[in-house]
């Protein structure tokens, strides 16, 4: 799925695949922002289409600290909800997200 934002000054790319790492789920191949949208209000509207698309998928993403500039590498991925869970083999900070819980129906409460 491929996201461009309608002034194009941002762009996110999601792909659904098992990486050699064995990372499983949706995968955020692409993000770049450009433009004067925070980035983790970007990151969190292509999370909402990431889930109407594959609902319930783990999302993640990888990020190569030796490029980024920030002190603190991914910190619009952790803005957004996601956390940093451990690095690939190849030394990259890999970050995910969960999918929201969805309610059952089955709470007495309601």
């Given at each position: 799925m491929v996201l461009l934002s309608e002034d194009q000054t941002a762009l996110f790319v999601w792909r659904k695949f098992i990486s050699m790492d064995n990372q499983r789920g949706v995968n955020c191949a692409v993000f770049r922002n450009e433009g004067p949208t925070q980035a983790s209000d970007l990151i969190k509207s292509a999370m909402e289409l990431a889930w109407g698309r594959w609902p319930g998928e783990r999302l993640y993403t990888y990020v190569n600290p030796k490029f980024v500039k920030s002190k603190n590498p991914g910190y619009c991925f952790i803005m957004a909800?996601?956390?940093?869970?451990?690095?690939?083999?190849?030394?990259?900070?890999?970050?995910?997200?969960?999918?929201?819980?969805?309610?059952?129906?089955?709470d007495p409460s309601n």
């Amino acid at each position: 799925m491929v996201l461009l934002s309608e002034d194009q000054t941002a762009l996110f790319v999601w792909r659904k695949f098992i990486s050699m790492d064995n990372q499983r789920g949706v995968n955020c191949a692409v993000f770049r922002n450009e433009g004067p949208t925070q980035a983790s209000d970007l990151i969190k509207s292509a999370m909402e289409l990431a889930w109407g698309r594959w609902p319930g998928e783990r999302l993640y993403t990888y990020v190569n600290p030796k490029f980024v500039k920030s002190k603190n590498p991914g910190y619009c991925f952790i803005m957004a909800n996601w956390k940093r869970c451990g690095f690939s083999k190849g030394g990259l900070l890999i970050l995910d997200c969960e999918p929201p819980v969805q309610p059952t129906g089955n709470d007495p409460s309601n």
